[in-house]
C-alpha cells in the first residue's frame, strides 16, 4: 500500500475514533446531566451514535475504495 493511500486510511481511521470519542463524551455528559430516563436525552444520544455509524460507514467505503486496487491485482494474479 502507497503512502499516498496510507494517509486516506489513517484519516479514516481518525475520524471513526474522533466520532466515538466525541460520542462517549457527549453519552457522559447527558448522565451526568440528566441521570434519569429522559426522551430528549434518548434521542440526542441516539443521533451522537448515528453519527459514529454514518462516519464508520465512510470509513469502510473509504477503505474500500482504497484497497480495492490491491485486492483486484493480487486477485488477478
Do not use: Q
Not at 451522537?48 to 467505503?61: F, M, R, W
Request: glycine share 2%; with cysteine.
Amino acid at each position: 500500500v502507497s503512502s499516498d493511500d496510507w494517509r486516506w486510511l489513517i484519516a479514516a481511521m481518525a475520524l471513526v475514533w474522533a466520532a466515538e470519542a466525541t460520542n462517549t463524551a457527549f453519552e457522559h455528559l447527558c448522565d451526568v446531566v440528566r441521570p434519569e430516563f429522559h426522551a430528549s436525552v434518548k434521542r440526542a444520544k441516539d443521533i451522537a451514535a448515528a453519527a459514529v455509524l454514518v462516519c464508520a460507514i465512510a470509513a469502510a467505503l473509504i477503505g474500500a475504495l482504497t484497497l480495492w486496487p490491491y485486492a483486484a491485482r493480487y486477485s488477478a494474479a
